[in-house]
């Protein structure tokens, strides 16, 4: 293409605005499609002190007032959200003399992105990080249907839908009834050079959660049900008959306090340390750290977590669930478990107890993460699907 | 002349005054040689219709379930966008104005109008402190930020009372200037009407 391709995001969140996965997804996408000839304009909410406008790493960064009154519900500030990034959005693309394509991530900005695309006549694509029927398991009120109707509306409009998993594209497709050549799968990626960075001391740095002679179990993620992290507390015991390790927990969520009342109960306080959450630098850290880190999910779209822990080469133990499925290869890449405390407990002493085998899965990870999920092989497959979008745009009355 | 009339009310959907007003006044302006397109709301009566010289496009809430009028409104939108552009690409991107009645598609005509510099009315009926008595929950505060935004946006305000325009001065604190008041029994209706649509600041009428 002569002039380079300009694509218009539109995100709920960017740094350093954090709530979630969209935001380092955008991020690193943006940077890498960036670098590889694609001009990127990020539409995004405001942040306290993130200026208005600014360009970072190449990438055009453009933040804008998000509906600041108080709100009936969550959902209702989306909606007005949206109607404020809409507004901004639509003077920007003005103002910029138009762009190729509408790139919105999950229904939080659905709205703007379909009225974006009717009123330019630019194609839209979406890609579904997570759905409400998933989160939810099920559907049980007018608020998770309207939410869910809104993500169907949103695919409904897309030109493709990405997914990160093959098992994200099978839900995606069962929950909106969508046709099979409307999906395309693209992995989630992660950025392995983000951990060989930091000249810290790891066994200093180590006596902050773990005696020397305890190996240390990791679990990184949101402390509710889905994440299976009761599982892994119901397992504890189990382990520490075999190897004595303390099971580092880190996040928050609304099982925290009955998790620890549990782990008291046990008589096993010293054992489980719940840190709630922690920077970046800390994480990554911990994550070098761990003897094993343990993804114990119930739903999982991706499992972005697994990913991370063997980019830092720390062998991983994840159920045999969603996204987590297609990440690891049982016995090469890591172990695959049923989501109960037996098979939990099994895996993690497994790794735990026999050296040779934990290193040879961290090569293994850490080789195929840097080959498989990293950024730029994914901006590039990004990059085809935008040229493939517009090649079959240019054919209709709308180019 | 062409314009676009925005309104969530028309016969045969009745909710309120407002549909037999935009009605009348749409039925006007076709004979006034203005070609007029209305974009409205219908659950079921859907696509394009013509009444009395009239084009009328109705449209329906791409997501059914719904939390309260508010969300309702802001998913609708979006439609309303769709079938505007429609217009505006099928006339040769020569749209005069738009002329939306009361708050519920503020949103579509204000990014309508940064998007394809087309210039809007803001057409009051009732405003939402009357509506909800001066309540200020949540709710009510979204529905006064997109009134306000309306108002703000627009190239002119129409209300149809000396007290209306007082009103919108009050609660709004909008330039007396901005307000235009059009009296529908004045004899002069729609004839003023013209003429404020012909006032308009970056609007044009004559397409060569």
């Known amino acids: ?399 | 002349m062409r314009v676009i009339i925005f309104s969530w009310e028309y016969p045969p959907r009745v909710v309120g005054k407002l549909a037999d007003y935009v009605r009348d006044l749409a039925l006007q302006l076709a004979k006034n040689k203005v070609e007029t397109f209305v974009v409205t709301y219908h659950d079921y009566l859907t696509g394009e219709f013509e009444e009395g010289g009239v084009k009328i496009h109705r449209v329906t809430n791409p997501v059914k379930t719904h939390i309260s009028v508010l969300t309702w409104v802001l998913t609708l939108n979006q439609e309303v966008e769709r079938v505007a552009a429609n217009i505006y690409y099928k006339t040769g991107k020569q749209i005069s104005l738009i002329d939306a009645h009361d708050w519920h598609f503020i949103p579509a005509a204000v990014t309508l109008k940064k998007a394809l510099a087309i210039p809007f009315v803001y057409s009051i009926e009732s405003l939402e402190d009357h509506r909800s008595h001066g309540a200020n929950s949540p709710f009510n505060m979204a529905i006064k930020s997109i009134e306000w935004l309306g108002m703000y946006e627009a190239s002119v305000i129409i209300v149809k009372s000396k007290w209306m325009a007082g009103e919108a001065i009050r609660i709004y604190k909008v330039p007396e200037a901005k307000i235009k008041i059009v009296n529908p029994e004045s004899g002069l209706w729609p004839g003023d009407i013209l003429e404020v649509y012909k006032s308009l600041k970056g609007a044009v009428f004559n397409y060569g």
């Not at chain 1, 790493?57 to 989306?78: H, L, Q, T």
């Not at chain 1, 499992?303 to 669930?321: F, N, Q």
């Not at chain 1, 478990?337 to 293994?364: F, H, I, K, M, Q």
């Open chain 1, 1 to 399: 293409m002569a002039s380079p391709l300009r694509v218009m995001m539109l995100t709920w969140e960017f740094p350093p605005r954090i709530i979630g996965g969209i935001s380092p997804h955008v991020y690193y996408l943006s940077k890498n499609l960036a670098k590889n000839d694609v001009r990127v304009y990020v539409v995004t909410c405001d942040f306290p002190g993130a200026p208005d406008h600014e360009t970072v790493d190449g990438v055009e960064v453009f933040r804008i007032d998000s509906y600041k009154n108080p709100s009936p519900d969550f959902a209702s500030w989306v909606y007005l959200m949206n109607m404020n990034m809409q507004k901004e959005a639509a003077a920007l693309v003005k103002s910029l003399g138009g762009v190729d394509i509408f790139h919105a991530h999950d229904w939080l900005v659905a709205n703007a992105g379909i009225g974006l695309k009717h009123i330019f006549r630019k194609p839209l694509l979406a890609t579904i990080h997570s759905t409400e029927i998933g989160r939810r398991n099920g559907l049980h009120s007018d608020y998770e249907r309207m939410i869910h109707e809104t993500e169907a509306w949103l695919t409904y409009e897309a030109w493709r839908v990405i997914c990160c998993s093959n098992y994200m594209v099978s839900h995606v497709k069962w929950a909106f009834g969508l046709p099979e050549d409307k999906l395309v799968m693209i992995p989630n990626g992660v950025d392995a050079t983000e951990y060989a960075k930091g000249v810290v001391d790891l066994s200093q740095f180590r006596q902050r959660f773990a005696l020397p002679e305890e190996k240390i179990v990791l679990y990184v993620g949101r402390l509710v049900y889905e994440k299976g992290i009761q599982i892994l507390i119901s397992a504890v015991p189990k382990i520490l008959e075999k190897v004595n390790a303390k099971f580092v927990i880190v996040g928050n969520g609304y099982m925290k306090e009955p998790l620890s009342e549990q782990v008291k109960h046990m008589g096993l306080a010293h054992k489980v340390l719940f840190t709630g959450f922690v920077d970046d630098e800390t994480l990554r850290n911990l994550q070098k750290c761990a003897d094993v880190s343990v993804v114990p999910s119930l739903f999982e779209p991706f499992g972005i977590v697994a990913l991370e822990a063997m980019a830092a080469k720390s062998p991983v133990v994840v159920s045999d669930t969603g996204g987590l499925s297609e990440i690891v290869e049982h016995d090469v890449t890591g172990v695959k478990v049923y989501p109960n405390p037996d098979s939990l407990a099994w895996g993690v002493t497994r790794v735990l107890l026999d050296e040779n085998y934990a290193n040879r899965l961290r090569e293994n990870a850490y080789r195929m993460v840097v080959e498989k999920f990293n950024w730029e092989k994914i901006s590039q497959q990004t990059k085809e699907v935008y040229e493939r979008v517009l090649g079959e745009y240019s054919k209709t009355f709308w180019a």
